[in-house]
T-cell receptor, first 110, second 114 residues
Framework: EADIYQTPRYLVIGTGKKITLECSQT?????MYWYQQDPGMELHLIHY???????EKGDLSSESTVSRIRTEHFPLTLESARPSHTSQYLC?????????FGQGTRLTVV | AQSVTQPDIHITVSEGASLELRCNYS??????LFWYVQSPGQGLQLLLK??????LVQGIKGFEAEFKRSQSSFNLRKPSVHWSDAAEYFC????????????FGKGTKLSVIP
C-alpha cells in the first residue's frame, strides 16, 4: 500500500500570499492527482500527472499550478492566495486502477 | 471516528449480469455518502451521492445506490453490467455539511467477462 504524505495538514494564510502544498509518495507510482473538496461535498479533480514532466488540468478549473520534476513529489502552488481558495486539497496516487489517498491539506485564506 | 468497509476486494461478473457492490459505514450521525469510480489511468469520477431525502439514489451510467440506516449500508447496484464498467469502485463517507472529513473505503475492483 502506498504511503502518501501531505504537508501542511492545516494552513491559515493571508490574502495575496504565495503558498505551496506538498505531496510526496514512497511507492514509485507514476499517476498522481490533486482534488479539491469543499465542506461536505464531493471531490473535484483539479490536476493530474502521468509521470515526470507530465501535468494536466482536471475537470474543475483552478488557479493553482503543479509540477512533477520527480516521481515522488507533486507540489501544488497558488501564486496569490484568495479567500475563494479556502478548501481542502487532497492528493492521491493510483496504480493498477487502485487509488491511494493522502490525509489532505485544509487551507484557509483570510 | 468514521470508517468505511468495502468487504469485497475483487468481483467478477459476466457482461449483462446484475451487480451489487457492498459498502458499510460507521458514523454516529447521518452521513453524507458517495460512490466514485476510477477507471485505469483516470481520476475519480463521482457516480452518485446521498445527503438526505429519498434513500434510493440514481446516478450516472445506470448506477443506483440505496441508503439503509438500519444496516449502515450504502450498496451500489446496476441491473446490467457493460464491459466498460470494469474499474475500481470506492465508497466514501463524509461527516456532513460544513465538514471536510471524508473517509474512503479501500475499493472494490470490478472485472467484467464477455
Amino acid at each position: 500500500e502506498a504511503d502518501i504524505y501531505q504537508t501542511p495538514r492545516y494552513l491559515v494564510i493571508g490574502t495575496g500570499k504565495k503558498i505551496t502544498l506538498e505531496c510526496s509518495q514512497t511507492m514509485g507510482h507514476d499517476k498522481m492527482y490533486w482534488y479539491q473538496q469543499d465542506p461536505g461535498m464531493e471531490l473535484h479533480l483539479i490536476h493530474y500527472s502521468y509521470g515526470v514532466n507530465s501535468t494536466e488540468k482536471g475537470d474543475l478549473s483552478s488557479e493553482s499550478t503543479v509540477s512533477r520534476i520527480r516521481t515522488e513529489h507533486f507540489p501544488l502552488t497558488l501564486e496569490s492566495a484568495r479567500p475563494s481558495h479556502t478548501s481542502q486539497y487532497l492528493c492521491a496516487t493510483s496504480q493498477g486502477g487502485k487509488a491511494f489517498f493522502g490525509q489532505g491539506t485544509r487551507l484557509t485564506v483570510v | 471516528a468514521q470508517s468505511v468497509t468495502q468487504p469485497d476486494i475483487h468481483i467478477t461478473v459476466s457482461e449483462g449480469a446484475s451487480l451489487e457492490l457492498r459498502c458499510n459505514y460507521s458514523y454516529g450521525a447521518t452521513p453524507y455518502l458517495f460512490w466514485y469510480v476510477q477507471s485505469p489511468g483516470q481520476g475519480l469520477q463521482l457516480l452518485l451521492k446521498y445527503f438526505s431525502g429519498d434513500t434510493l439514489v440514481q446516478g450516472i451510467k445506470g448506477f443506483e445506490a440505496e441508503f439503509k440506516r438500519s444496516q449502515s449500508s450504502f450498496n451500489l447496484r446496476k441491473p446490467s453490467v457493460h464491459w466498460s464498467d470494469a474499474a475500481e469502485y470506492f465508497c466514501a463517507v463524509g461527516a456532513g455539511a460544513g465538514s471536510y472529513q471524508l473517509t474512503f473505503g479501500k475499493g472494490t475492483k470490478l472485472s467484467v467477462i464477455p
